[in-house]
Every structure is written in C-alpha cells, then in structure tokens.
C-alpha cells in the first residue's frame, strides 16, 4: 500500500501530560512522527499540535482515531486543505565566498537572522519541500549546522 | 464544605455510592486509609497483594456491572497494582483504582517509594490523573467515574500525592459532568442503521459476531431479540460468553482459535457479517487475508477506532449496542424475513452435527472437559464461572453451558495467569446469593494463591477447582504440536499439597482423582461456605481441540491430534 505523507493539526487541552500521551500513543502503537510542534492556542485553554506523520491509508485512519479517542482531545483536523510552513536556520562560516547567497535567500524567504565574528546564521521560513531543497543548495556554502522546526500549519 | 484530600475521597465515593474497596495501605496513602477508619459508607477488604486487589475491583465489576474500586500505595503498591490495570483494559472494564504518591515537593527526586505512575499507567488505563491540587480533586473523581463508566468503559487511574490528600479545600462534588473534550456517542445514525438493514434483507447465509461489547453494553436482551426476528445465527466470542444462552437453538457457540467448527465455517462461509461489539482480536480471526472473505461486515461499536482497525468495514456504526439494536429491532420487525436463512441454518446445524464440540471421556482418569460439564450439570446458572488462563480456561469457556451474561469471567485481552482467585473474590462479594467457581490451572493457582487469605479473612466463600495437570498445560501442548515435544520448563510435577495449603489458611481441601470423589467434594464444598480447593487430578496430556493454529484459517482447523 502506498505510504501518505500527512499533516495533522491536534487541539487538545492545554494540561499536564498531554504531550507524552500523544508520543506515547505514536510510539507504543508503531505510528511514525516525521515532526511535532507544540504551542499553546492564545486566550484558551487549548494548544495547538502539528503532526507530520506517514503511513498507508488505513493507518492514518487509525492514527486519527486513536488521536481521538484521547480524552484531552478536542478536535483533529486533517484537511488537505493547510498553510504548511516549516522554518531552518543555517550556521555558515564567515571564512566562505557568499557570492549568490542573497539571491538564493530571496528565492526561497530568507533572512540573515545573526551574524558574528566567524559565522552568520541564515533563517528560511517556507515549505518543506522548499526547504529540503534550500537545505540542498545552500550546501555550497559549507554549513556548519542546521536546524529544522517540523512544521506548523493552519487549515483554510 | 471544607475537607481534607482524603475525606474528599471518602465523600466522593459516597456519592458513587460505592459499597466496597478492595485495596493494601502503605506510606503515600495513609491519609486515605485513616479515613477509611473512620467512615462506614463502604467495606474496605484487604487483599494480599496489590494485583489482587485490582483483579478483584475487576470481578467486581464484571460480575456487577458497577464501577469496581481499589486503593493501593506509591511505588512497588503501584507497579504491583499494573498487571491488574492493564487486565481490565484490554477487557474495557469500568475501575477507579487510586494509587497514593509521595508528596509534590518530592516528585522527580527519586524520593523513597516514587515512581512515574502516571507515566506508567499511561498505556494500559483509559485514562490517568496526577492531582496537583486539592481543589481539582473533586473533579478529576467526579470525571474518573464518568470516564471509567461511560463509551467504551476502561480502568481510570488517579495518583494522589500524600500532601494532597492531607491539604484542606473546598468540597462540592458536582452534580453534572462538564467535559469539553470527551463525549461518546451512543445513538447510532439511523442512515446507516437503515442501510444495515438492507444488507442483512439482501444477504442469504448471516452471521452475528457477538464481542464482549454486549455484555459491557448491557444488550444481551436486546442481542437476543435481534437474533430471533431475523433467525440470524450467531457465534460468540470468548469474552461474549453468555449472552445468548446456551440453550437458545441461533447459538452456534465460541469461535476462534479454540471455537467449535460449526461457528469457525459459518465465519468463513457468511456473505453478511454482524459484528455486535467484537473487535477482531487475532485469537478470532486466524489468518486476516482467508478471514470471513466472503462477508460484507456490519460492524456496531461505541469505539470508532475499534472499527476498521483490523478489517475494512462495509457498515459502520458508532454507537451504543443496546441503542443502536433497540433502534434496529423495528426495522428487523418490517423487513427481514427470517425463514429465508432456514437452509443456511440447516447447513451450519448439520456441521455441528457433523463436527460437534466432544472429548474422548474415560473411566481410568478424570477428563477436564467431564469435571467442567458435571460442574455445569450440577450448578449450571446457580455459579458465576471465573477462570485463570490456559487449558483449563478454553475448556471451561467451551463445556460450560453458559445462561445469561456477567456468568463468566476471565481474562481474556491480556490472558493474565492469576486473575481467577482474586476475581472470583471480587464476583462473589458482588454476587453473594451465586456459588462462584473458579477453574484454574495448577500453573496459573500460585500466582495470587495468598488471596486464600483474604477469602478466610473477610469470609468470602469460593470455590477454586483445580484441573490439575501437572503441566503448564496450554504450553505444553503447543510444545506438543509444534515444538517436537520438548518441554521446555513446563513441567510442573513439583507441587505443593495443595490440600494442606488451603487447610493451613483456613479454608477446606479436597482431593479428587475419581468422579464419585468430584461429586462428593463439589457438594461439600459448595455447603461448607468456606473457601475450598478441589484439587482434580485430570489426564496430563489432554488437548484443547479443535485448534486454529496461530495464523492459520478457520476453515482449515485440527479437529484431532494424531501423533
Ligand atoms: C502471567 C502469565 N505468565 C505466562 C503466561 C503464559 N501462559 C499461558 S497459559 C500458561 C500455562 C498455564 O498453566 P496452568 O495454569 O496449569 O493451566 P493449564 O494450561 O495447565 O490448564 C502459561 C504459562 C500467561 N498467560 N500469563
Ligand atoms: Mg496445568
């Protein structure tokens, strides 16, 4: 059967331990996380999961069902219908040739968040593939690390 | 009012009415228990062990329906209490068990006696509390019992830190539950109950698959009802035991790894499958690809992800099973005709004539298939029927003639060796008018055999008949069957008297190693309103026939062993 990527956006109460029944139940039941955000929904008493996980049509059945049948749970939205952004921010020495490096960060939303002595960090807010492919170009400039958010979206 | 945490848990089960406790003090819950003292709402039994004390909330619950209710301690009184937590769960029975916790300021010291409970219990509860504060508690047990008792009911675990239970607050247990998030359905939708409907009007050769569901939704009546109209045949689960009665001429019987061959073919043989709170355990299905795959699938359940999770179901519905049949019987009642499914019916009595449910009996030797029949004949619906798991627990699940629900328990989810004593002790408080029966293995006994204490201490007479077989007996004959015979630690001819150990807790012993000896000590015992042991020397090398092997299809069972 054919593995599905899939965002899931999960509004659970804002209480202790929320967090590791929803790890919990992807990990006791084999379930993949591709990614988890967490935040709390402002002026409530719920926060807002963003979930990317994979896996064949009726796991991800399953996986909404099972995220359901928690109590703390209040909605899980799986439209296909989401603004689904993911950020990364690049540490690149200064040592480097930067020739082309602002064009390829307009391309693609970026900024230079900080830069120092020695390195400056790059930040691209955009969406995951467009940022795997960032991650891939931006090679060149010999990164030194890299860190990625795991996605937050909005259903329309 | 204004109360201590631990009166507030005194009060709080007072107001659901609770009538008994089973549970084992310790540092972290002290509070509780001085409280336990002083309050005569409820009888708290003692048990011997923290896993007792859940499996007897457990049996309680079973037998009565009611929420089943446990204290334990922080710590090893917790981890002790986990096994019995996670039997109820895999068998969705309603329990409250609070656990005592060292005081907040402690947690995440590794303070004496503290361990991650909740994060522990997590898994194997519906669902868990760490009360923070004295004044969400009257909540979070109002919303424990809510949760444990309504949807698909479940263990609820509430862990009290010991400074909670001492702290002072204000006490209104609420009246009605508010929960923002948790709202099972219970009618099902009448689009699909309609279309059901049609499906079983269209089919030829229809199946009932009744799951423990029914029994937890309190619908055998209704079950029953439902099977007449339509003159549907119907199989049971292990767990299900009970709910047509064995005398009612649509019950085929248990299905399954160890079910009869007229219930595995009419699985296989179906074009329309009803499946009445059952979740397709592998047990049931053998191999998921040769499966009933011929069946479209009607599938009833308050738990939307139990449908679909095993098979792809054709007709959905969510809903309570007791309502969601009320809501069919009319329905049933206008357009289905049940003399249509008279030559599928024949065809299934015919196997069962063919291939029906038997043993070789003997005179040499006590068979456990006759000690579980005589029992049926001598007590039948006068006994609630637990077990322990094993040989003895297929057999008593097929030889047993079950009349009505809550007869029977047993492990059946997680097949946790040991439940039967502390269950049959949690049954027969419940029950105390039954004679209650608890057929174990000679294995499965010593893993909570100190409850013959709690049964001397607070009087709770049952009867705990052993098919003695000098194996661990379900392993053995896997051993038999697929391992070549060698067995491998599953000898168990070093053995205590079991006589003189019931004799030296108080209880009565009896011995058995002829029919007139089974009769004889059965009358006894069930006269002596003690607790008693009947220890029965049945044929070391009996199997549990027929057989499914794992994985294998239900057409296709062993009927016999052939060395
Ligand atoms: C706690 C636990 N440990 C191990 C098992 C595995 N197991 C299943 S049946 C069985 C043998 C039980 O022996 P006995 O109680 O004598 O029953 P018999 O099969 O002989 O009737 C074992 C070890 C289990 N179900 N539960
Ligand atoms: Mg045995």
């Known amino acids: ?156 | 009012m204004e109360l201590s945490g631990s009166q507030m848990v005194i009060e709080a089960l007072r107001k659901e009415n609770v009538s008994v406790v089973f549970g084992y003090p310790g540092g972290a819950i002290m509070n509780v228990y001085d409280e336990v003292y002083k309050q005569n709402h409820f009888k708290h039994i003692l048990t011997r062990h923290e896993q007792a004390a859940i499996h007897a909330a457990d049996g309680y619950a079973r037998a009565s329906g009611e929420v089943g209710v446990a204290f334990v301690t922080s710590g090893p009184g917790f981890t002790n209490a986990v096994t019995g937590l996670a039997t109820a769960y895999m068998d969705s029975i309603p329990m409250v068990v609070i656990s005592g916790q060292v005081p907040i300021s402690m947690i995440g010291t590794d303070a004496f006696q503290e361990i991650d409970a909740v994060g522990i219990s997590r898994p194997c509860v519906k669902h868990n509390y760490l009360v923070k504060d004295v004044k969400d508690l009257p909540r979070i047990l109002k919303e424990a019992f809510y949760i444990a008792r309504s949807g698909r009911p479940g263990p609820v675990h509430v862990d009290i830190p010991k400074d909670v239970t001492a702290q002072i607050g204000h006490f209104a247990y609420p009246a009605e539950i508010k929960m923002q998030t948790y709202k099972p359905t219970y009618k099902g939708n009448p689009r699909q109950i309609k279309k059901a409907i049609e499906a079983i009007v269209a089919s030829k050769r229809p199946v009932l698959y009744i799951g423990g569901g029914a029994i937890n939704s309190n619908a055998a009546e209704e079950v029953r009802e439902f099977a007449k109209i339509c003159g549907i045949p119907a199989v049971e689960t292990l767990m299900a035991r009970g709910v047509m009665g064995h005398e009612n001429p649509l019950l085929l019987g248990m299905l399954g790894m160890h079910g009869c061959y007229s219930a595995n073919m009419a699985m296989s043989e179906a074009d329309l499958m009803i499946a009445f709170g059952s979740r397709f355990d592998d047990r049931v299905t053998g191999k998921l690809s040769e499966f009933a795959k011929h069946a479209k699938i009607i599938h009833i359940d308050i738990d939307p992800s139990s449908i679909g999770k095993i098979v792809p179901i054709d007709y959905p519905i969510v809903g309570d099973l007791k309502n969601v049949i009320e809501a069919m019987i009319p329905l049933a009642k206008e357009h289905v005709e049940a003399d249509r499914y008279k030559p599928w019916r024949d065809l299934l009595n015919r196997y069962n004539e063919i291939h029906p449910l038997k043993y070789e009996d003997s005179n040499e030797v006590i068979k456990p298939q006759w000690a579980i029949e005589r029992v049926g004949e001598l007590l039948g619906d006068k006994a609630l029927i637990c077990t322990d798991v094993g040989q003895h627990q297929m057999w008593s699940a097929q030889f047993y003639p079950f009349s009505y629900p809550r007869q029977w328990l047993t492990s059946g989810g997680l097949g946790t060796m040991g439940y039967g004593l502390p269950a049959a002790l949690g049954a027969k408080v419940a029950m105390p008018e039954k004679t209650v029966i608890n057929f174990t293995g000679d294995g499965s006994i010593l893993m909570n055999i100190q409850e013959l204490m709690t049964a001397v201490e607070s009087q709770i007479p049952v009867i705990n008949v052993i098919l003695n077989n000098q194996f661990l007996g379900m392993v053995r004959q896997w051993q038999t069957f697929f391992y070549d015979k060698r067995y491998s630690s599953t000898d168990l001819t070093m053995q205590p008297d079991f006589v003189k150990l019931v004799e030296s807790f108080g209880g009565r012993g009896f011995r058995v190693k002829s029919k007139e000896e089974f009769d004889k000590a059965l009358e006894e015992a069930v006269a002596s309103n003690t607790v008693c042991m009947i220890d029965v020397n049945v044929d070391r090398f009996e199997n549990v026939l027929p057989m499914v092997p794992a994985g294998g299809t239900l057409y296709n069972m062993m009927l016999e062993y052939k060395e």
């Open chain 1, 1 to 156: 059967m054919e593995h599905i990527r899939r965002v899931l956006s999960v509004i659970v109460l804002n209480e202790d331990g929320v967090l590791s029944r929803i790890s919990g139940l992807f990990a006791g039941r084999g379930y993949n996380i591709d990614s988890l955000t967490v935040a709390p929904i402002p002026k409530t008493n719920l926060s807002r999961l963003t979930i990317v996980t994979s896996g064949n049509a009726p796991v991800l059945e399953q996986i909404v069902k099972q995220l359901h049948k928690l109590i703390p749970t209040y909605k899980v939205i799986e439209s296909g219908q989401f603004v689904e952004k993911e950020l990364a921010l690049v540490k690149i020495p200064l040592n480097e040739d930067f020739n082309g490096l602002d064009a390829m960060l307009k391309a693609y939303n970026g900024t230079i968040a900080s830069s120092g002595e020695e390195f400056i960090v790059v930040m691209v807010a955009d969406d995951y593939d467009r940022i795997d492919n960032f991650l891939k170009a931006v090679k060149k400039y010999n990164p030194t690390d890299i860190v990625r958010s795991g996605s937050v979206a909005l259903d329309m």
